[in-house]
């Protein structure tokens, strides 16, 4: 994809819009995704069909045992608007610099002392068999993760039956309905890959959690939520959290934060 060439388009269809011509010219019948890399809206008939198990959805520490175990001054590494936002909301004491490059070389530079910790995808260490490099779980309470972070989306072209039902052998029905209701509460708030928005759901024995996060970039303001509602429509439960955020200011607040990224 573009994104992968390191193309210049400056949102997620980077990541997509190539997998999506060749689902619609029938050159393949399923695209593989990263799910927090995927836009809001798909193309005109395409679907999600699916994803299999979700592997950590948390942030971790690298180079730290904790958040608190850093000193006043220390760098802190990341490539996330919404990790940023976060830790500065958290650390206003501490120094996040922006990180770019894979997992192996993010945490090559922290070897060679670029930073004093990076935060980065549980779920990014636990494919590539490194989580012997995490130094401490950020707590998903309080660092919500982005909308999902940890799981695979599994897009087919809408009317493709044969997909569909090929994907029911692989697909978790939790996680597939996790994924739908973080998805429709970034929708609803129109977020971007400039929102530091994070957006949480989890099974419950009452349903499911849904848990959500809205900043400004700079961590000076921000506001969270959850609810939970009925995990056999979790696109409902997505659009209510949405609805309570954009009551206590959420919509102006992520509108700022698209302009602080400009």
Known sequence: TSGDRGGAVADKSR???????????????????????????????????????????????????????????????TSSVRRAAQLRAAREDVGVVAMRGNVDTRLRKLERGDFDAIVVARAGLQRLGREDSVGGILDPARFVPAPGQGTLALEARAGDAHARTALAAITDADAFACLLAERALARALDASCHTPLGAHAAITDGGMLLRAWVGLPDGSAWTSDELVGDATDPETLGGAVAERLKLVGAGEMLRRAEEMAL
């Open 15 to 77: 990541w997509v819009a190539e997998l999506e011509c060749a689902l619609a010219d029938g050159e393949i019948d399923l695209a593989v995704h990263s799910a927090k890399d995927l836009p809001g809206d798909l193309a005109d008939g395409m679907a999600l069909a699916g994803a299999p198990a979700r592997a950590g959805a948390e942030d971790v520490l690298c180079g730290a045992e904790s958040l608190e175990a850093l000193s006043p001054g220390a760098s802190v590494g």
